[in-house]
């Protein structure tokens, strides 16, 4: 069955950086987009960033472009949300999305705090 595994979170202070994961199995991830969400709490889910299935393209919230990379290895069936820069305001549950689908992983969570 498919399977979406986020890891990378953790605590950070304002302007440092994370690299998030999501391994991915259960279906041939070379075919599909991939997407990155965010939940803040009581906020509603945001799309972050979305890449192709080739990563030849890729899409950003304005809330992040500029900060944020998303990249994925096909080899290692593993799509990466690179996180520079962060605010406090990037504190949320990040998720990992097989795109058109509802499929979801546990996400991971991220804080930023000084």
């Known amino acids: 069955q498919v399977q979406l595994v986020e890891s990378g979170g953790g605590l950070v202070q304002p302007g440092g950086s994370l690299r998030l994961s999501c391994a991915a199995s259960?279906?041939?991830?070379?075919?599909?987009?991939m997407s990155w969400y965010r939940q803040a709490p009581g906020k509603e889910r945001e799309l972050v960033a979305s890449?192709?299935?080739?990563?030849?393209?890729?899409n950003y919230a304005d809330s992040v472009k500029g900060r944020f990379t998303i990249s994925r290895d096909n080899a290692k069936n593993t799509v990466y949300l690179q996180m520079n820069s962060l605010k406090p305001e990037d504190t949320a549950v990040y998720y990992c999305?097989?795109?058109?689908?509802?499929?979801w992983g546990q996400g991971t969570q991220v804080t930023v705090s000084s």
């Open positions: 999305s097989i795109v058109g689908s509802s499929w």
């Open positions: 259960g279906f041939t991830f070379s075919s599909y987009a």
């Open positions: 890449v192709t299935s080739t990563g030849g393209s890729t």
